[in-house]
Every structure is written in C-alpha cells, then in structure tokens.
C-alpha cells in the first residue's frame, strides 16, 4: 500500500525479552518519527531520523531502547530487557522532510509485557 | 509539564450539530498546529492544520481557529456526522531547533450520535 506500514500490529512478550518494531515509511519520505502512545495518554516522541541519521535521541525513555535506519527507508525500533511499563502502542510516521509536514501514520505496533 | 492540553476527555454531539473541540498550548513557540483524527486501532490520521500566521483555516465541514493571545485553537466539525466519532489529538510544532518535533495533547474522544 501507499501509508506508513508496521510489523507486528500486535506483539505480546514476557519481561526481559528484546523486541524488534519495524516501520516502513512511505515511499521517498526522507524524515521518520517514531512515537508511543501510553494508555489514556498522548503521544510522546521518542526518536526522528533524517535519512539513516538520527540527529534527536532525547526523546527514548531510556538506554534500552535504540533504533535504526538503513537506506533512507526502514526503520527498527529495539527495546532490549523489556519492563512493564514499556506497554504501549508504539507509533511509526514519515514525511517528505522534516519541514514539511504533516506527519503521516502507521496505526502502530500494540506491545505488551506480560 | 503538558505544553498542549485537551481538557475534555469526550464530547457529545447530536448529528448534524456543530461539534467543537478545544485545545490549548503554553508554549508561544509553536507555531503551525494540526489536528488528528483516531479511530480504535488504526493511526492517527491528519485531518487539517493552521500556521500561526492565520486565524483561521476551512476544509469542508472541519474549520480550525487560532487564537495566539490567547494560545488556544479549536476544530469545529459542521455538521457532525456519525462517521466523525473518534478521538481527536491536537499537536503542535515550534520553531527553530526541534521543529520536527510534534507535541501531542491526550485527545478528546467525540461521539456522535445519531
């Protein structure tokens, strides 16, 4: 299709598994944004990527988490020692540039800790 | 510290009504804003957006105001149509560094009901 796509759409895994998300961007898209979306909350940017650079990191919530991009396409969001509190709905967007906006959405990754 | 806020968790309207739903920001950096419409397991889906160099933008039945005096915006959707119930985020962008950054209210669920 021609949206932002995401694997898994669902993913349940025990504490202290790594998990790997994945997004695909749409297609000549240069900028990629990774947000989560915790219950009852909005959603919280966690990473941009410009091409395979990643020039904010800030945003992950900790050292756990890491991400990657290759070829200016897709993206794999890490997150090693899983903990219950990484339960969320994990959000993939890309725009032309990162200027130019909007961002356009995946519908996302649901992860759970069990 | 919330720099966009929802502060009505749902909203009720009858179809055919105007439904109309606020936002309001702390940040006077910001200054393109965008509304997002959520259905239940699907992304966020970009519905309009406004610069800060306008008071207002129309698309069809959805109309954005901005307020910057008062940092607040508002989407009316006229007339309501059963179809437009979902959750709806506000999200702002601001200028200079960290401009690719969207900052995301926690959403007002809108109902619409027949």
């Known amino acids: 299709g021609a949206g932002v796509s995401q694997s898994p759409s669902n993913k349940v895994t025990e504490k202290g598994k790594d998990v790997e998300l994945r997004c695909d961007p749409i297609?000549?898209?240069?900028?990629l944004y990774w947000y989560r979306q915790s219950l009852g909350q909005g959603l919280e940017f966690l990473i941009y990527f410009q091409g395979n650079s990643a020039p904010d990191k800030s945003g992950l919530p900790s050292d756990r988490f890491s991400a990657e991009r290759t070829g200016g396409s897709v993206s794999t969001l890490t997150i090693q020692r899983t903990q219950q509190e990484d339960s969320a709905v994990y959000l993939c967007?890309?725009?032309?540039?990162?200027?130019?906006?909007?961002?356009?959405f995946g519908d996302g990754t649901r992860l759970s800790i069990l | 510290d919330q720099q966009v806020k929802q502060n009505s968790p749902s909203l009720s309207v009858q179809e055919g009504r105007i439904s109309i739903l606020n936002c309001d920001y702390t940040?006077?950096?910001?200054?393109?804003f965008l509304w997002y419409k959520k259905y239940p397991a699907e992304g966020p889906t970009f519905l309009i957006s406004i610069s800060s160099i306008k008071d207002k933008n129309e698309d069809g039945r959805f109309t954005v105001f901005l307020n910057k005096s008062a940092k607040h915006l508002s989407l009316h959707i006229v007339p309501s149509q059963p179809g437009d119930s979902a959750v709806y985020f506000c999200?702002?962008?601001?200028?200079?560094?960290?401009?690719?950054?969207?900052?995301f209210g926690k959403g007002t669920k809108l109902s619409v009901i027949p």
């Open positions: 940040n006077s950096m910001f200054d393109y």
């Open positions: 297609s000549g898209h240069t900028a």
């Open positions: 999200a702002a962008r601001h200028s200079g560094a960290g401009s690719y950054q969207l900052t």
């Open positions: 967007a890309s725009s032309p540039d990162s200027n130019n906006q909007p961002q356009h």
